[in-house]
């Protein structure tokens, strides 16, 4: 699930470390920060945040932490889970297949990410990995069908990852 909160911490050396440690603690991915130094309300210093955890119960610890170490959540929002979209497709794989390959996914909609591996071995067999996330289960189902019916027309396997 990625998460955008806005936060305000005593304009204090420190405070900024102490704040991001109970992300890195329940096994966040910190996407950005934004530490809005030029406003300084009350003595407090508001800073803009985006991370991604693994579960809400992940998210609950980090906010019970900051209520302990006095830090103000102002606003959370964009809060949206993240679903896995893994396969290994084999055989006569150019690269501009692979291009429709990416190209397909992301017009289904609601894609975050599609990272590509892809073997350059002499041979005219390739493999290729394409691992992504979405952010609604309806898009695997949609990217399933898109890539089996694709490995039909085309002529290669398509192997579905196991993750979450």
């Given at each position: 699930?990625?998460?955008?909160?806005d936060i305000q911490?005593?304009?204090?050396?420190?405070?900024?470390?102490?704040?991001?440690?109970?992300?890195?603690?329940?096994?966040?991915?910190?996407?950005?920060?934004?530490?809005?130094h030029d406003k300084?309300?009350?003595?407090?210093?508001?800073?803009?945040?985006?991370?991604?955890?693994?579960?809400?119960?992940?998210?609950?610890?980090?906010?019970?932490?900051?209520?302990?170490?006095?830090?103000?959540?102002?606003?959370?929002?964009?809060?949206?889970?993240?679903?896995?979209?893994?396969?290994?497709?084999?055989?006569?794989?150019?690269?501009?297949?692979?291009?429709?390959?990416?190209?397909?996914?992301?017009a289904i909609g609601?894609?975050?990410?599609?990272?590509?591996?892809?073997?350059?071995?002499?041979?005219?067999?390739?493999?290729?990995?394409?691992?992504?996330?979405?952010?609604?289960?309806?898009?695997?189902?949609?990217?399933?069908?898109?890539?089996?019916?694709?490995?039909?027309?085309?002529?290669?396997?398509?192997?579905?990852?196991?993750?979450?």
């Open positions: 699930m990625r998460v955008n909160v911490l005593k304009d204090i050396p420190g405070q900024l470390i102490g704040a991001l440690e109970p992300i890195s603690k329940n096994d966040g991915n910190i996407r950005s920060v934004v530490h809005r300084v309300s009350g003595g407090k210093i508001s800073i803009n945040l985006t991370f991604e955890v693994g579960n809400q119960k992940a998210l609950d610890n980090i906010l019970a932490e900051w209520k302990g170490k006095e830090v103000d959540v102002m606003k959370i929002d964009h809060l949206f889970e993240t679903f896995r979209l893994d396969y290994v497709v084999v055989g006569e794989l150019p690269p501009a297949e692979v291009r429709k390959i990416i190209e397909g996914i992301q609601d894609v975050e990410s599609i990272d590509v591996r892809y073997s350059v071995s002499g041979s005219k067999e390739k493999a290729a990995l394409f691992s992504g996330k979405v952010r609604n289960k309806d898009v695997i189902k949609k990217a399933n069908k898109f890539m089996y019916d694709r490995a039909k027309r085309i002529g290669y396997i398509v192997i579905r990852g196991f993750g979450e």
